[in-house]
Nanobody, 125 residues
Framework: VQLQASGGGLVQAGGSLRLSCAAS????????MGWFRQAPGKEREFVSA????????YYADSVNGRFTISRDNAKNTVYLQMNSLKPEDTAVYHC???????????????????WGQGTQVTVSS
């Protein structure tokens, strides 16, 4: 599976962005997908995840209520709608995929099999 993230950019605090992650491969619909982010000088952190069917979604406390993850299996794409952005959301955002998974581990970055290259999100104050 190859992943291509896009949609990042520069936005003012309070604004919105929608990230997309396009996947190659015919088995996309069987993978759980996650978004992680890494700010300069900080460790990579979990943002959100969605199960293969989209039936379950998970969020970090820091983005819960502001971000929404979704997927379109017909388009092999997962999305991250980010609203009410804050300067502390500034980071490189990566999408990731895992094939054989348990929901309880979807917040762990080492659990994922495939990673995209990342897209920069910068939120100005």
């Amino acid at each position: 599976v190859q992943l291509q993230a896009s949609g990042g950019g520069l936005v003012q605090a309070g604004g919105s962005l929608r990230l997309s992650c396009a996947a190659s491969g015919r088995t996309f619909s069987s993978y759980a997908m996650g978004w992680f982010r890494q700010a300069p000088g900080k460790e990579r952190e979990f943002v959100s995840a969605i199960t293969w069917s989209g039936g379950s979604t998970y969020y970090a406390d820091s983005v819960n209520g502001r971000f929404t993850i979704s997927r379109d299996n017909a388009k092999n794409t997962v999305y991250l709608q980010m609203n009410s952005l804050k300067p502390e959301d500034t980071a490189v955002y990566h999408c990731a995929a895992v094939g054989d998974y348990s929901d309880y581990a979807l917040w762990v970055d080492s659990y994922y099999d495939y990673w995209g290259q990342g897209t920069q999100v910068t939120v100005s104050s």
